[in-house]
């Protein structure tokens, strides 16, 4: 089964810029459906954006559409999620996400996932 770990979360100032990294082992991202979720204090966990499992499509929240970008790296088995134009209400634990058999409808259902990272703390002082 896949193993899954972030980096790459940190401090920065509103309007600034992260790159977040979710690299897999034990398995290749290009035969996994694969997504970004977060997590704020006191709320619940919800999408942020998502591959489908041959990266033919993807799929963005409406905060994020415009202003994140999910990409894949096939050779270093890592998807990444660019973020720009950070706002205070981005900070949250962000995790990265994995499945096999999610159908693309199902995309942003965090249940339907069945491999999840530890998370990456992001921080967006204002």
């Known amino acids: 089964q896949v193993q899954l770990v972030e980096s790459g979360g940190g401090l920065v100032q509103a309007g600034g810029s992260l790159r977040l990294s979710c690299r897999a082992s034990g398995g290749s991202v290009t035969t996994y459906a694969m997504a970004w979720f977060r997590q704020a204090p006191g709320k619940e966990r919800e999408f942020v954006a998502a591959f489908s499992r041959t990266g033919g499509y993807t799929y963005y929240s409406d905060s994020a559409k415009g202003r994140f970008t999910i990409s894949r790296d096939n050779a270093a088995n890592t998807v990444y999620l660019q973020m720009n134009s950070l706002k205070p209400e981005d900070t949250a634990v962000y995790y990265c996400?994995?499945?096999?058999?999610?159908?693309?409808?199902?995309?942003?259902?965090?249940?339907?996932?069945?491999?999840w990272g530890q998370g990456t703390q992001v921080t967006v002082s204002s």
């Open positions: 996400a994995a499945d096999r058999s999610i159908i693309t409808s199902s995309l942003s259902r965090s249940d339907q996932y069945d491999y």
